[in-house]
């Protein structure tokens, strides 16, 4: 039966905005110090013959989705011209439905084989399903925004019965577990309207001016964690380790979390960058943290990603790192079947990211909270629009301590135009930000109201205006 709710995808564009870093961040054994920002718009159609745009946008972070021998660069170019690849495509589905309908079939039935394609006229090295998802991620977002608009009500507010022609056993298993239940009966139903910030601490951030070589400080942000911690009042830092130099990662806990308590600070996690090869060398950092810095391990949260993201070819049993703290799968989680997976080998939680695809993250959500596995979201250094449904999941999604806040670090003034807007997001106060601005239908950008020239469209599919 036709649900006269229903859109149809028919026109697509991108458009490309170039980021530089103010100071560098690495990921796993790169270095990023510029990003891509890939800002999607889509035109649908309803059955009654209407026409709306929806936006979304996810930084291009090859680092992080693509590692491997291509430049930064070469990765960043494939990566632009899969977008290409899948606004054609998208527009060419002609399929009715909900956002999560067709976000879900797409991924099921089409992703994977445009993927193929595109990789057989690429051979020197195959882009990864992960950067596969990136790629999408964008236009997803902008479906999901573009149906809200399209009802004239919030899109969190479209994850039921009323509007969904399927319920959550069509998409996951098993079956009688969801089987008459939607994403509604996952989420949090009057959601927080300030998150716990939480700061990352890269491998090159300068902890005090004793560690020298500090950048320019020009633009009147702060230079080192001390500095942030003063000026935003944090409370919660995530500290990025090597997952190859045990000693130097202890010491790196250490170094910070004396820091911490210091500053009262409340929380830490680590994420050791998906380079640790067996489950020891987390146990004896743990282990070593316990018996020698109780205080610190005590104020450990959890520990993110150590091994590689590739669950098939690395299906390492991590129930005795997940004893000591809860373990939270973030690259691996790919979907809810990678989820699944990562919950039999012993991983406690999972790291939700709309770099992923909304649809997906929707789903890996629900998954999740069935089988008693904690929530949290975290970015690729979101800013722009892209830091607005970034937000919106984690306040919906409940986690285990609010949400990652990369883009103020490492790249403020690249949003500038849409703190004038909402000012709480961008900019951490009292340790938090908060989404009290974001309002209207879809994700509630207000993208009317936010003073940003665009690019010309790199991309544009269909119809649009």
Known sequence: MNNPADIQIIGAELHVLPVKTRMPIKFGTEVVTWVNVARARVMVAGRDGRRTTGWGETPLSAQWA????LSHAQRDQR???FCGWLARDLVKQNQWGHPMELGA?????RLDALLNQFNQSNTDQPMPHLAALVCLSAFDLAVHDAYGNHLNRPTYLTYDRTHMNRDLGDYLEPRDVFAGKYPEDFLVRNPPKSLVAWHLVGGLDPLSEADGGRPDESDGQPVWLSQWIARDRLKALK???RGNDSAWDYQRIVDVGKMAIEWDVNWLSADFNCTVREPDYVNDILDRLRDESPNIYGILLYVEQPFAYDLAANPIDVHAVASRKPLFMDESAHNWELVRMGRS???SGVALKTCKTQTGAILSLCWAKAHGMALMVQDLANPMLAMIPHALLAAHAGTIMGVETNASQF??????????IHPGLYRRRGGKVNWETVGGTGFGYRVEEIGRSLPEPAIVCGEMD
Not at 66 to 69: A, D, E, I, R
Not at 105 to 109: A, E, L, S, V
Not at 413 to 420: D, G, I, L, P
């Open 79 to 81: 990566m632009r011209e």
């Open 105 to 109: 079939d797409f991924q099921k039935h």
């Open 66 to 69: 693509w590692p491997g021998v």
């Open 411 to 420: 790249y403020p003034a690249a949003s500038e135009a849409e703190a004038v």
């Open 239 to 241: 500290i990025k380790l």
């Open 345 to 347: 080998l012993g991983w």
